[in-house]
T-cell receptor, first 112, second 115 residues
Framework: GESVGLHLPTLSVQEGDNSIINCAYS??????FIWYKQESGKGPQFIID?????DKRQGQRVTVLLNKTVKHLSLQIAATQPGDSAVYFC???????????FGIGTKLQVIP | NAGVTQTPKFQVLKTGQSMTLQCAQD?????MYWYRQDPGMGLRLIYY???????DKGEVPNGYNVSRLNKREFSLRLESAAPSQTSVYFC??????????????FGPGTRLLVL
């Protein structure tokens, strides 16, 4: 993930619509990517992951897309619900390395 | 199966006081981590422990010490707290399989205010 300053980017989405949250990473050696959801006052919660030998992975209502050429990751949430309101951030990790780099996140606001 | 637990949930310290943040995991993970989270910044690694008996510095280790007490427990100590250490602290754990680290699972956090 990359730092984009002091203020979290915010995405406002109507309930029922699809959400797309983007993330850029800088380390071309990264081969493992994770999306986390963090609700206010709670710890980050794993949503979905993808390794570099894949470009798409689907979960329940969520899809992660990986574009290694431009070092870009996206999280798609289908039929966004009020309970999806949270901060979402990506993380990337190189093979064999303990260190994970976390982005600062995007705040998703779901409008009922 | 409680996952990763942290104590305390909240703490207020005066400058110069010391305290230990406790973390335990019941997932039999080898690796454990301590992060701090500050507004507008991504999680920053303070210390990590790849396995029982080993610890290594992360990105921001100054002012902190850690102890990997056993496979389950990993504590973070502030010897002389400073206002710059006001933050939310998260503990995490993960498992290595076939040379690859898997997802890190996080605790609920400790909110620390240093006056």
């Amino acid at each position: 993930g990359e730092s984009v300053g002091l203020h979290l980017p915010t995405l406002s989405v109507q309930e029922g619509d699809n959400s797309i949250i983007n993330c850029a990473y800088s380390n071309s050696a990264s081969d493992y990517f994770i999306w986390y959801k963090q609700e206010s006052g709670k710890g980050p919660q794993f949503i979905i992951d993808i390794r570099s030998n894949m470009d798409k992975r689907q979960g329940q209502r969520v899809t992660v897309l990986l574009n290694k050429t431009v070092k870009h990751l996206s999280l798609q949430i289908a039929a966004t619900q009020p309970g999806d309101s949270a901060v979402y951030f990506c993380a990337d990790q190189g093979r064999g390395y303990q260190k994970v780099t976390f982005g600062i996140g995007t705040k998703l606001q779901v409008i009922p | 199966n409680a996952g990763v637990t942290q104590t305390p949930k909240f703490q207020v310290l005066k400058t110069g006081q010391s305290m230990t943040l406790q973390c335990a995991q019941d997932m039999n993970h080898n690796s454990m981590y301590w992060y701090r989270q500050d507004p507008g910044m991504g999680l920053r690694l303070i210390y990590y422990s790849a396995s029982e008996g080993t610890t290594d510095k992360g990105e921001v280790p100054n002012g902190y010490n850690v102890s990997r007490l056993n496979k389950r427990e990993f504590s973070l100590r502030l010897e002389s707290a400073a206002p710059s250490q006001t933050s939310v602290y998260f503990c995490a754990s993960s498992q290595e399989r076939q040379g690859l680290q898997e997802t890190q699972y996080f605790g609920p956090g400790t909110r620390l205010l240093v006056l």
